[in-house]
C-alpha cells in the first residue's frame, strides 16, 4: 500500500462546496433537481448517478458525524436532538425520494448504454431496493431506528462498583482476566446482577421491535422478517441454507476443539469445574496482559506494529490520529462497543471503542484498524454502491487485520512468554467466538419465524440453542437466572438484526488469509490490499477469491482451517 498523507477532501461537482445537511427545505431541491432532470443519453445518466453519488455521500457523512455525537456522549442533548431530527425527519423524506431516483434509474432507456461491468453491483442493488420499498414501511422503519437506539442508551450508562470505582460493564469485564478466582467470581456477577435489573425493560424493548420488524416483512410481502431481511441485506450470494450449513459445520468441526481447549483451561488451572468467569483468566497463572498502558500508547504502539506489515496501514491511522478522527478510551455515557464510521466526503473515517487496557482492546483496534484501512483503499470511488461494501467483506477486512497484525505483536509484549500467551489468547478467541456466532444468528432465524412466541417459549429456544453449541466443559450450574436472558448482551440482536453471521463467513476467510500469509507473506498481503481495493464493485466470492481464498462454509473447509489453527495453537505450547 502507497505511502499516505491527509487527503483532501473531495471536490464537489454538484452540490456547493460551502454547503451543509440542516433541514429539509435546503436539502429538498438538490434531491428535486435529480428527480425532474432531463437525461438524453447514457453520458447524461453516469453524471446524474455521480451527482446523486455525490448528495448520498454528502447525506451519509452528515448522518455519521450525528451517529458519532451520539455515541460518545449519550447525555449530549443538542446531539440526540440533531441525531433524532436526521432519523425521524430527514431519512423518511430521503428514502421517498430515493424510491423516485431508483425507479427513474431502471426506467431510463439510456440504462444499457452504462458499462454493464462497472455499475453491475449497482444496478442489482437498486432492482433490490425497489422490489422492497413500500411508503407505509418508512414511518415503521423510522420508529424502530428510534427505538433500537434506547438499549444504546440503556447499556451506555449501566455501571457497577468495583474496589469503590463505578465502571462501565465493558471495563468491568476486563477484571475477569484477574488471577483471584473469587474476585472474578464476584465481578461476573456484579456485571449480571445489573443485566438482570434491566430484564423487564429489555424484554420489553425487543417485543415493540419484533411487532414493527414483523409488520415492515408483511407490508413488504414476506411471511417473515427473517426472509424480508436476507433480502435487503443484499445477500446475493448465499442463502438461508448456506447460514443453516455454518451452524452444523461449526458444531461439528470447530465445538470438538473449543472443547479440548477448554480442557486444557480446567487441568491447568487445577479447578473442578470451569465456571463462566474462568474462562479470560491466563491458564498458567500469569497476570492479565496489559499490551498498553494509555490509549495515546495504544496507538503510538498500533502505528509502530502496523508500519512494520506495511508502511501504508500505519499511516492511517497516523493520519486519523492527527485528525482527532480516534476516541478510544472506555467512560461512562459511550455507547457500548467499538466501530469503525467511514466519512465519504472527508475520505477519513472515525474509529471507536471503549479501552480498558486488556488484549481484547488490542484485538478490537486491530479490527477497527482493519475497516479504516479498507476505507482508505476505496476513498476515491465515485459511484456510492462501490464504498458501501457488505459485511462479508468489510469484516473480512478487519479480522484478517487481526491475524496478520500478529507477526509484530512484539511491539506490545517484548517479553517473548508474553507474546506466546498473546497469541495463544488470540487464536482461542478466533475459535471460540465461531460457536456464539452461530448461537446469535440460530436464534434470530427462530426469533423471526416464530412472531408470536411468548417470553417463556423465548427463553426455552434461547437456552435450547445456547447450550447446544455451548461447550459442555463450562458449569452454568445455579446460574439458569443469568442465562435466561443472556441474550441482552448481545447488541446486534436489538439494533441491527441478522449483521452477526458475517462475523463468521468472514472469520474463516480471515483464517484463510492468515494461512496463506504465513506460507508466502508478500503475496498474501499483496492480495488481501488487492481484493480490499475491489470495495463492492464485484460479488462476494469474486472479492475473496482476489485475495487468493474461498467464499466457502462447507464442514470439509472449515475442518482445513481448524486444522491449521490447532497446528499453531501447538506451536506456541
Not at 415493540?208 to 415492515?216: C, G, P, T, V
Not at 458444531?251 to 470438538?256: A, G, S, T, V
Request: proline share 4%; hydrophobic share 40%; charged share 25%.
Amino acid at each position: 500500500m502507497e505511502v499516505l498523507s491527509i487527503p483532501e477532501p473531495r471536490k464537489r461537482a454538484f452540490l456547493p462546496e460551502e454547503f451543509k445537511v440542516t433541514v429539509w427545505s435546503k436539502l429538498k431541491p438538490y434531491f428535486n433537481e435529480l428527480h425532474k432532470r432531463d437525461i438524453n443519453s447514457g453520458e447524461a445518466l453516469e453524471r446524474w448517478l455521480l451527482d446523486w453519488s455525490e448528495l448520498d455521500a454528502i447525506v451519509a457523512e452528515s448522518f455519521s458525524w450525528r451517529y458519532i455525537k451520539v455515541s460518545v456522549n449519550s447525555a449530549d442533548q443538542k446531539a440526540a436532538e440533531l441525531y433524532q431530527y436526521a432519523v425521524q425527519e430527514l431519512a423518511p423524506k430521503i428514502d421517498a425520494y430515493e424510491d423516485l431516483l431508483n425507479q427513474k434509474l431502471v426506467h431510463s432507456p439510456y440504462l444499457n448504454e452504462l458499462d454493464a461491468e462497472k455499475y453491475y453491483t449497482h444496478i442489482r442493488g437498486v432492482k433490490n431496493a425497489l422490489s422492497l420499498f413500500r411508503q407505509e414501511n418508512v414511518d415503521l422503519s423510522t420508529e424502530v431506528q428510534m427505538k433500537s437506539k434506547a438499549y444504546v442508551k440503556l447499556f451506555s450508562e449501566m455501571t457497577i462498583g468495583v474496589n469503590g470505582n463505578q465502571m462501565t460493564l465493558n471495563k468491568a469485564s476486563s477484571l475477569l482476566e484477574e488471577s483471584d478466582r473469587t474476585y472474578r467470581e464476584a465481578v461476573y456477577n456484579k456485571i449480571h446482577q445489573k443485566l438482570i435489573g434491566h430484564t423487564e425493560e429489555l424484554d420489553d424493548l425487543f417485543d415493540e421491535l419484533l411487532r414493527y420488524r414483523h409488520q415492515i416483512a408483511l407490508n413488504a410481502g414476506f411471511e417473515n422478517y427473517r426472509d424480508y431481511k436476507f433480502q435487503s441485506l443484499g445477500r446475493f450470494d448465499y442463502t438461508v441454507q448456506d447460514c443453516f450449513n455454518f451452524h452444523d459445520s461449526i458444531k461439528h468441526e470447530i465445538l470438538p476443539v473449543v472443547d479440548a481447549l477448554n480442557e486444557y483451561r480446567k487441568t491447568t488451572l487445577k479447578l473442578d469445574t470451569l465456571r463462566p468467569w474462568d474462562l479470560h483468566v491466563d491458564p498458567v497463572g500469569g497476570q492479565p496482559l496489559r499490551p498498553f498502558r494509555s490509549v495515546d500508547e495504544l496507538v503510538d504502539k498500533s502505528v509502530d506494529c502496523l508500519s512494520r506489515l506495511d508502511p501504508g496501514f500505519g499511516d492511517v491511522m497516523e493520519i486519523m490520529k492527527e485528525m482527532g478522527h480516534l476516541d478510544l478510551e472506555a467512560r461512562p455515557g459511550k455507547k457500548p462497543g467499538g466501530y469503525n464510521m467511514p466519512l465519504l466526503v472527508t475520505g477519513v473515517p472515525f474509529v471507536f471503542m471503549n479501552a480498558s487496557n486488556s488484549l481484547s482492546d488490542l484485538r478490537t483496534f486491530m479490527h477497527e484498524s482493519g475497516h479504516a484501512i479498507h476505507s482508505f483503499l476505496i476513498r476515491d470511488y465515485k459511484m456510492r454502491t462501490v464504498k458501501r461494501v457488505p459485511s462479508e467483506v468489510s469484516e473480512l477486512a478487519a479480522m484478517s487485520m487481526e491475524l496478520l497484525s500478529m507477526a509484530h505483536w512484539d511491539v506490545f509484549f517484548p517479553n517473548e512468554s508474553d507474546l506466546k500467551r498473546a497469541k495463544f489468547y488470540q487464536l482461542e478467541y478466533v475459535l471460540k467466538v465461531l460457536p456464539w456466532i452461530a448461537i446469535i444468528d440460530k436464534f434470530q432465524h427462530w426469533l423471526y419465524t416464530n412472531p408470536g412466541h411468548t417470553r417463556d417459549e423465548r427463553k426455552t429456544e434461547w437456552k435450547r440453542i445456547f447450550r447446544e453449541f455451548n461447550s459442555g466443559l463450562v458449569d452454568h450450574s445455579g446460574l439458569d437466572h443469568y442465562l435466561d436472558h443472556l441474550w441482552h448482551k448481545q447488541l446486534h440482536i436489538f439494533e441491527v438484526p441478522f449483521y452477526y453471521i458475517e462475523y463468521g463467513l468472514a472469520q474463516l476467510g480471515a483464517i484463510a488469509i492468515w494461512k496463506r500469509f504465513m506460507q508466502e507473506p508478500e503475496q498474501a498481503l499483496n492480495d488481501y490490499v488487492a481484493a480490499l481495493k475491489l470495495g463492492y464493485s464485484k460479488p462476494i466470492g469474486e472479492i475473496y477469491s482476489r485475495a487468493g481464498i474461498r467464499f466457502d462454509f462447507s464442514s470439509n473447509y472449515v475442518s482445513d482451517i481448524v486444522a491449521f489453527v490447532k497446528a499453531e495453537l501447538d506451536k506456541l505450547f
